[in-house]
């Protein structure tokens, strides 16, 4: 496996500096310890950097959907997000010199005027092993709610 390491392929993706984020919600995290992180329909496992931060701001926008329901209205049958709730995003760390430099690519997947200025995502088209991952930052979605952006202090 080609690393990003010491190599010159670290040098081709800006901001690299070992370490890459991935967000995900507490309702997953059982999965991600097990299974490592797979890639989702799109190909792609999506990673975030340089802060941890930059990778929860991705995933506290969305909310996580587990199928869909139909519901009636005016007449009409529509399909629905079965939304799930949780109460956590998890911030998993991962050392980007153990993935293969050849699957990593800058994904551009965002609008710099909508994310935080120096944010960087990726995207790995392949899975992440367990060994390559640890869980660094539990964010409590309650407690977010009710604190301003200062004081989430996930920014190491």
Not at 12 to 37: K, Q
Not at 72 to 90: R, S, T, W, Y
Not at 120 to 131: H, N, Q, R, V
Not at 135 to 142: A, C, G, S, W
């Amino acid at each position: 496996m080609a690393r990003l390491g010491n190599d010159s392929s670290m040098d081709t993706v800006p901001g690299m500096n070992g370490d890459l984020y991935h967000a995900s919600y507490g309702s997953r995290m059982e999965s991600i310890f097990e299974d490592g992180l797979q890639p989702g329909p799109d190909g792609c496992v999506y990673l975030a950097g340089p802060r941890p931060a930059h990778a929860a701001q991705f995933i506290a926008m969305r909310p996580e959907v587990d199928g869909v329901h139909e519901v009636e209205l005016d007449g009409q049958m529509l399909l629905l997000p079965k939304i799930v709730e949780n109460d956590i995003i998890a911030i998993f760390t991962i050392d980007a010199t153990m993935l293969n430099a050849d699957l990593l690519q800058e994904s551009g997947d965002h609008n710099s005027d909508f994310f935080h200025e120096d944010t960087a995502s990726y995207c790995y088209f392949g899975s992440i092993d367990p060994d390559c991952i640890e869980l660094t930052h539990e964010i409590d979605l309650e407690e977010l709610a009710n604190i301003s952006d200062t004081e989430v202090g996930i920014d190491a």
